[in-house]
């Protein structure tokens, strides 16, 4: 409410933050996980003796390297670039409350930087013991990032006693923070094991293809049962309301609690057929299928903590559209025209009704719903809906509608808004 409004429209709701997220945190994760496989595979290639799988890893680190510190850094970028534009005041109080993490993970990750560097240039320069001290402090370094994010993650969802002391190790070390730890940390060692197939599916040789392919099938199968009990640990670790809205109050995640279930068997199930002898060809078209699960599965997840922050942004703090909730009696009581600081149509009159509903829209509903885009389209929600079932919607909001913020205006501006979604919407 402090801040511009980022127009996005068809890209509104969040969108363009989950996908950048998503591909973001997918990379990240594989940053964790394969500086492992990285390791181990080394180390298991050293120990019997074996250029093969040597010479795979050292290919294995380009493509990590190249994969990670290219894609992985523009991504990164990306999210703060977004966030900062969609979510300025959320963006904020995370710089503020957890400044000095957030120094803390960027040391990590210059650490990263330096040490896979040093990594893949040095194979035939440093001797076996020391190159594999590099490795190992390359993977510290990338857990730790990992260890520091979680807590500040997590933090949005079940900020906990934050909210009342405003202390940082009761924000950093919330309810969710150490299931979600794990799970963060057995799904990256998964996802190391299906990059690992892209990469062993395109070995010439067909003996060392076949072993490496069974090799990275461990990496997707073992871990498994470990991340599916993290699983169930980071859900109970959920406060009942934050478990109610994500299972049973929001309908729109009914689709990704079916996909997260589904993508389990299916993980498994493409794990055990990578470890079959199969042709170049199918093994190649089978990794990338099921890289694209993987990536579907962790997005799911995503979607739902996401989800599970409904209504606020930060949850019990701050409500999506960026007011906080100790704020909201008096700004509803005041109105949002006279208080929100970057409006133009402050006084209603016959000519300028429509210009000030569309503010209210961008101002209230705009940081969860798009205008004709693929997430929570207001579009589609107008037109479903008669005018008087809107004055409902508008009038349980935060009630029956608990994913949703209380209106935040007066009962004037309320029906402005109503008036400019009949009018310039429902068409």
Same mark, same amino acid.
Not at 332 to 345: P, T
Not at 380 to 383: A, G, I
């Given at each position: 409410?402090?801040? !511009?409004v980022? =127009? ?10 989950a996908v950048?997220?998503?591909i ?24 019997n003796n /074996?250029p ?6 050292r ?8 994969l ?15 966030i900062?534009?969609?979510s300025p005041?959320?963006t904020?109080v995370?710089?503020h ?17 330096? $040490? ?8 035939d320069r440093?001797?076996?013991r020391?190159?594999?001290? *590099?490795?190992? #402090?390359?993977?510290?370094a990338?857990w730790?990032?990992?260890f520091v994010i979680?807590?500040?993650i997590?933090?949005m ?9 405003n ?7 919330n ?6 730890l794990?799970f ?5 060692? #998964? ?13 010439? /040789?067909?003996?060392?293809r ?17 991340f599916l ?5 980071y ?5 009942p309301?934050?478990?109610?809205i994500?299972? =049973?109050k929001? !309908? =729109?995640?009914?689709?990704a ?6 993508? $389990?068997?299916?993980?498994?199930l493409?794990?055990? *057929?990578?470890?079959?002898?199969m ?6 078209s ?7 699960i993987?990536f ?12 599970g +922050?409904?209504?606020?942004? *930060?949850y ?7 007011i906080?909730?100790?704020d909201?009696? =008096? ?16 006084k209603?009159?016959?000519? &300028? ?9 961008n ?8 205008v004709?885009g !693929?997430?929570? /389209? #207001?579009n589609?929600?107008?037109?479903r &809906?008669? !005018?008087?079932?809107?004055?409902l *919607? ?5 009630r ?6 209380p209106?935040a ?10 008036h ?5 919407? +429902?068409?």
């Open positions: 409410m402090n801040y !511009p980022w =127009q996005l429209g068809f890209l509104g709701g969040g969108f363009l933050i950048i997220a998503i973001h945190v997918y990379i990240a994760q594989f940053a964790v996980g394969g500086g492992l496989f990285l390791v181990l595979t080394e180390h298991l290639a050293r120990r /074996d093969g799988i040597l010479e795979y890893v290919k294995h680190t380009k493509f990590f390297l190249l990670t510190m290219v894609a992985g850094a523009l991504t990164g970028v990306g999210i703060w670039f977004t900062s534009l969609l005041s959320a904020s995370l710089i409350t957890f400044v000095f993490a957030w120094g803390t993970e960027w040391t990590f990750f210059v650490i990263e930087i330096v $040490s896979l560097f040093i990594y893949y240039y040095t194979f440093l001797s076996k020391n190159h594999l001290i *590099i490795g190992w #402090i390359y993977f510290g990338a730790m990032s990992l979680s807590g500040i997590d933090f969802l079940t900020p906990g006693a934050w909210v009342e002391n202390n940082f190790w009761s924000g950093f070390f309810p969710t923070f150490w299931p979600a794990f963060r940390t057995f799904f990256s060692i #998964i996802i190391a094991g299906l990059f690992g197939f892209l990469t062993a599916s395109f070995l010439k /040789d067909k003996e060392l076949t072993t490496m392919l069974r090799y990275s099938a461990k990496w997707l199968l073992v871990p498994f049962v470990l009990a993290s699983s169930w640990w859900k109970a670790s959920l406060p309301h934050i478990e109610e994500i299972f =049973q929001m !309908p =729109q995640l009914r689709n609690i079916t996909i997260f279930l589904a993508c $389990s068997p299916l993980l498994i493409g794990g055990l *057929i990578m470890a079959i002898r042709p170049s060809g199918l093994s190649r089978m990794a990338a299928i099921m890289l694209v993987g579907i599965y962790f997005g799911a997840f995503e979607f739902l903590r996401e989800g +922050r409904r209504p606020y942004i *930060i019990d703090y701050m409500y999506s559209n960026a906080l909730k100790k909201m009696a =008096q700004v509803a009581q005041a109105g949002i025209l006279k208080q929100a600081k970057w409006i133009e149509h402050r209603i009159s016959r000519y &300028n009704v429509r210009a000030a509903g569309k503010e209210l829209f101002v209230l509903c705009l940081s969860c719903h798009s004709g !693929p997430l929570n /389209d #207001i589609q929600q107008v037109r &809906n008669a !005018p008087e079932e809107l004055n *919607i508008f009038a349980t909001m935060g029956e509608r608990p994913y949703m913020p209106f205006g007066n009962e004037f501006e309320k029906q402005i808004l109503i400019y979604l009949n009018t310039s919407i +429902r068409r």
